[in-house]
């Protein structure tokens, strides 16, 4: 089992920043390959970033693609999304996600968070 709880989300301006993490306990974290994903109400989850077991290689949708970085930190079993030049369609739920048991941009993935708001005006 694993239990994921981020934090870090909040309301952000039009090309800002924010940075969200994700805190893992559980199993041995540094086994996990670990997502970022958001939701916006009416619309399905969708893929945002993903990073390997070791931090080597990292995924990114082509929307977030040279804005947004994911990257861990496996002493602190925490894994982070850097969110730079923010844009107000960035607005949304984020979670993150542990183990993905197919593709991993698909949303089957083993264990979610709880989610946290990110809002971004304009």
């Known amino acids: 089992q694993v239990q994921l709880v981020e934090s870090g989300g909040g309301l952000g301006q039009a090309g800002g920043s924010l940075r969200l993490s994700c805190a893992a306990s559980?199993?041995?974290?540094?086994?996990?390959?670990m997502g970022w994903f958001r939701q916006v109400p009416g619309k399905e989850r969708e893929f945002v970033a993903a990073?390997?077991?070791?931090?080597?290689?990292?995924f990114y949708a082509d929307s977030v693609k040279g804005r947004f970085t994911i990257s861990r930190d496996n002493a602190k079993n925490t894994v982070y999304l850097q969110m730079n030049s923010l844009k107000p369609e960035d607005t949304a739920v984020y979670y993150c996600?542990?183990?993905?048991?197919?593709?991993?941009?698909?949303?089957?993935?083993?264990?979610w968070g709880q989610g946290t708001q990110v809002t971004v005006s304009s």
């Open positions: 559980g199993r041995t974290f540094s086994s996990s390959f």
């Open positions: 996600a542990a183990d993905p048991t197919g593709y991993y941009r698909s949303v089957g993935y083993n264990y």
């Open positions: 990073i390997n077991r070791s931090g080597g290689s990292t």
